[in-house]
């Protein structure tokens, strides 16, 4: 394995996943006017086809 090429894939990747993934909670709580309004709580999970990866990441975002 070519350890340069998979590190510079698997950044590209969660780079990927940190920008989508901000862009659509920043466009949840804008569209449905939860600004302000306590916390989110969420829940992130990483799956990887034919795998028995199942990584679950917890959390809450203060909206105030």
């Known amino acids: 394995?070519?350890?340069d090429r998979f590190n510079m894939s698997m950044r590209r990747f969660l780079k990927?996943?940190?920008v989508t993934s901000q862009q659509?909670?920043?466009a949840l709580v804008r569209d449905?006017?939860?600004q302000?309004?306590?916390k989110l709580k969420m829940?992130?999970?990483l799956t990887a086809d034919?795998?028995?990866l199942n990584h679950v990441v917890e959390g809450?975002?203060?909206l105030g």
């Open 1 to 3: 394995m070519d350890e």
């Open 16 to 18: 990927e996943v940190g």
């Open 24 to 26: 659509a909670i920043e």
């Open 32 to 34: 449905s006017g939860l």
């Open 36 to 38: 302000g309004e306590g």
């Open 43 to 45: 829940k992130m999970v």
């Open 50 to 52: 034919s795998t028995s």
């Open 60 to 62: 809450e975002i203060d």
